[in-house]
T-cell receptor, first 112, second 111 residues
Framework: SQQGEEDPQALSIQEGENATMNCSYK?????LQWYRQNSGRGLVHLIL?????REKHSGRLRVTLDTSKKSSSLLITASRAADTASYFC????????????FGKGTRLSVIA | EAQVTQNPRYLITVTGKKLTVTCSQN?????MSWYRQDPGLGLRQIYY???????DKGDVPEGYKVSRKEKRNFPLILESPSPNQTSLYFC??????????FGAGSRLTVL
């Protein structure tokens, strides 16, 4: 079953604008991760945020985590055409030996 | 270079002809997993392995088999492929509860 659900499913913005995508999940987690996928290629890890963290930055990426709402957001600032890709959140649950579970992704299009 | 290598990258086969997609990682990761990706359905987990000789079903295991006899290898076996198994397959590995490293993908077409 898919733990994380991204929202929106698709997003189209102009170059230079900020892009925000959200992820909701269902159970308690150890950490939440964001990945990027260029069309038809393997996913690439962007950022990991642990359950005891609220915000994390990496370059133009800002991730927030609200464990009370079971949600996370990924903000890409000053977007570029090269940011066009699909973005997935994935969660690692807190209990037992459970695998990383992905959502269906947000398809981001950045128009030059 | 740390990587996950899967082969073949592209394969066209016919219904019922057994095939194996190999996956190998050189990072000494405990965890390995297979996903399939279909339009509109995101990544769905087929099987995963927390360590050698330990495998578990994911969300869509029907029609697939796996084995984990060595830490580095996690092959995906389609005993009798059917057209509904036409998909893009990804292998991935990670340290326990860590970041996944993905292979480049294997695009399989079953006629």
């Amino acid at each position: 079953s898919q733990q994380g659900e991204e929202d929106p499913q698709a997003l189209s913005i102009q170059e230079g604008e900020n892009a925000t995508m959200n992820c909701s999940y269902k159970t308690s987690i150890n950490n939440l991760q964001w990945y990027r996928q260029n069309s038809g290629r393997g996913l690439v890890h962007l950022i990991l945020i642990r359950s005891n963290e609220r915000e994390k930055h990496s370059g133009r990426l800002r991730v927030t985590l609200d464990t009370s709402k079971k949600s996370s957001s990924l903000l890409i600032t000053a977007s570029r055409a090269a940011d066009t890709a699909s973005y997935f959140c994935a969660t690692v649950r807190n209990s037992g030996n459970t695998p990383l579970v992905f959502g269906k992704g947000t398809r981001l299009s950045v128009i030059a | 270079e740390a990587q996950v290598t899967q082969n073949p990258r592209y394969l066209i086969t016919v219904t019922g002809k057994k095939l194996t997609v190999t996956c190998s990682q050189n990072m000494n990761h405990e965890y390995m997993s297979w996903y399939r990706q279909d339009p509109g359905l995101g990544l769905r987990q087929i099987y995963y392995s927390m360590n050698v000789e330990v495998t578990d079903k994911g969300d869509v295991p029907e029609g697939y088999k796996v084995s984990r006899k060595e830490k580095r290898n996690f092959p995906l076996i389609l005993e009798s492929p059917s057209p509904n198994q036409t998909s893009l397959y990804f292998c991935a590995s990670s340290p326990e509860r860590g970041v996944l490293t993905f292979g480049a993908g294997s695009r399989l077409t079953v006629l």
